[in-house]
């Protein structure tokens, strides 16, 4: 399985920001889609923001649409999710996804194969 490695998560005040990074080193080349998504506690897994390679397709959820960006550096093998204003309902533990092919279906949990083991995001004065 080829390993996805999450980082910058932490504690942040609501108004706040983080900036998520997600190492895809173990892929031998660039021809994969990512995503981001976030499970709540007793909640189900949900797509935050997903991004195809070079095809012009990017989603967000409707929840954080114009506070999140999604974005990768094929170089670097590396993905990021910078959040801004963030919400207290912003709370859970975010995973970095991937899948081989340039694009995504529905930027759904199903639609990706490969994941990291996920980093604590908490909003909360």
């Known amino acids: 399985q080829l390993p996805l490695v999450e980082s910058g998560g932490g504690l942040v005040q609501p108004g706040g920001s983080l900036n998520l990074s997600c190492s895809a080193s173990g892929f031998a080349s660039d021809h994969f889609a990512i995503g981001w998504f976030r499970q709540a506690p007793g909640k189900e897994r949900e797509g935050v923001a997903c991004l195809g390679n070079n095809v012009g397709k990017e989603d967000y959820a409707s929840s954080v649409k114009g506070r999140f960006t999604i974005a990768r550096d094929n170089g670097k093998k590396m993905a990021y999710l910078q959040m801004n204003n963030l919400k207290s309902e912003d709370t859970g533990v975010y995973f970095c996804?991937?899948?081989?092919?340039?694009?995504?279906?529905?930027?759904?949990?199903?639609?990706?194969?490969?994941w990291g083991q996920g980093i604590q995001v908490t909003v909360s004065s």
């Open positions: 996804a991937a899948k081989w092919g340039s694009t995504y279906r529905d930027c759904g949990v199903n639609d990706f194969a490969f």
